[in-house]
């Protein structure tokens, strides 16, 4: 005689009912004149004298508990019928909409460039936000008092460092540890103490690139920016070198991309020219590549290194994918806006 068995059984038989009809079905089975119970109680006589009053008292405590249990589901069918029956319970209202997150569009474009560099054999770096002024500046071949530092509106700390204003100084890191050939990328925050407005913010993200080996040349760069541009925005994509200046490169370009939008032929995004700047960039500086402990190439075939640099603004990258005209939407936590990604 297996009480336990089924007892359980019994259970989750109540709990499966879906209706009344179930529930009642149940009761029969179990507690009906020839149910389970019964048929328990009957045998109680083929069992030996001492055994039978405890058994008995095991089924009845057993045939107590499922008449409670039947019960109460009863009553709370009974209570949902007459609910529905009162019209209180309008089944044609849609259920509840459960609310998932998801990530942040600035993160999804992050994601997205690091996907795309990584299939291209570049692999991912980092670097401190909290930077000393060396890394930022003078190891880029910015030195002090040089009017080239005023490019960049630094926060500067109460012990002496400051919040970097590039991920370039993670060129230098990155170089200082790790021996050529380099193939990075560097995604991270920056700061700017400016003033914002729509297209300026105090903090915003970088993706920084270097390419360091023997022969590595304008033309691989220009193959590798095109072929990125046209991965993240799934077009054909070509890109313009304008000439520059940027301390750490030498030569510096500005690099612009044919118009998403209008692919070229002219629209309000491109100011009608067909291009849009998109990034700073050039073949690093000697100067840069010493810093970084690495000796230079000078001329064609000698031992030294060379490469180029980068840098994109993930806001704007963010902001052209999305069609979205003010940064500062970026880091408001509107949930209007974070709604729509
Ligand atoms: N660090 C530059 C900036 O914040 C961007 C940049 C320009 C990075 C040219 C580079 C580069 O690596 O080659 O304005």
């Known amino acids: 005689m297996d009480i336990g068995g089924l007892k ?16 009642d079905n149940v009761y029969k089975k179990y507690l009906g004149k020839k149910g389970e119970i019964a048929s328990f109680f009957g045998s109680l006589k083929n069992l030996p004298e ?3 009053k405890e058994v008995g008292r095991c089924l009845n405590s057993f045939k107590k508990l499922l008449e409670e249990k039947i ?15 009162n019209n209180k319970l309008d089944v044609s209202i849609p259920g509840k909409k459960i609310k998932t997150g998801h990530l942040h569009p600035l993160t999804l474009v992050k994601r997205r460039a690091e996907n795309i560099f990584g299939e ?34 630094t926060f500067w700390l109460k012990n002496g460092k400051l919040l970097r204003t590039h991920t370039s100084p993670v060129q230098i890191r990155y170089m200082k540890k790790n021996n050529p050939p380099i193939r990075i990328i560097v995604p991270g925050r ?11 913010e105090i903090n915003f993200y970088q ?32 890109a313009r070198l304008r000439p520059s200046f940027f301390p750490f490169t ?14 070229g032929t002219g629209c309000s995004v491109c100011s009608s020219t067909g291009w849009i700047e998109i990034m700073g960039a050039g ?25 180029f640099a980068f840098g994109i603004g993930l806001d704007r990258l963010t902001m052209m994918k999305y069609k979205i005209d003010d940064i500062r939407l970026l880091y408001s936590g509107d949930i209007r806006f974070l709604k729509q990604f």
């Open 50 to 52: 001492k055994d039978r």
């Open 283 to 307: 073949m690093v500086h000697p100067n840069v590549l010493k810093a970084g402990g690495l000796i230079p190439r000078q001329k064609a075939k000698d031992t030294g290194w060379q490469g």
């Open 190 to 200: 920056i700061f700017r103490h400016e003033a914002t407005d729509a297209s300026h």
């Open 250 to 263: 030498e030569p510096s370009f500005e690099v612009d991309m044919s118009c998403v939008v209008c692919e």
């Open 120 to 153: 291209m054999g570049f692999s991912i770096a980092q670097g401190p936000e909290i930077e000393d002024e060396w890394h930022n500046f003078d190891a880029l071949n910015i030195p002090k008092n040089h009017p080239a530092r005023d490019m960049w509106d």
């Open 207 to 238: 993706l920084e690139g270097l390419m360091i080996d023997k022969d590595i040349s304008i033309s691989n760069f220009k193959a590798i920016i095109q072929e990125f541009f046209s991965r993240f925005f799934n077009k054909v994509i070509e």
């Open 8 to 23: 359980k059984m019994a259970l989750e038989e109540i709990d499966k009912a879906i209706d009344l009809v179930g529930l």
């Open 71 to 85: 019960k109460i589901k009863e009553q709370e069918f009974k209570k949902s019928l007459k609910l529905f029956k």
